[in-house]
């Protein structure tokens, strides 16, 4: 099943908006520990939290274009 069907399928679900609430959510919350000062000292630890932002951010863009 290609992510188009999928997504087509999935978002007639009430569980759906569920999903998409969490991945906002961990988003804002990755983003809030990206500005913590005891973080900015560590390259690494900002890196992955990069890193992580960016995945959620192209997941969260493929599923907006997949609905409209």
Known sequence: MSIERSIAVLEGLPEWKSVLEYLNNERETLLND????????QPYVLARLGGEIATIDRILKQFENEQH
């Open 34 to 41: 990206f500005h913590s000062a005891e973080l900015m000292t």
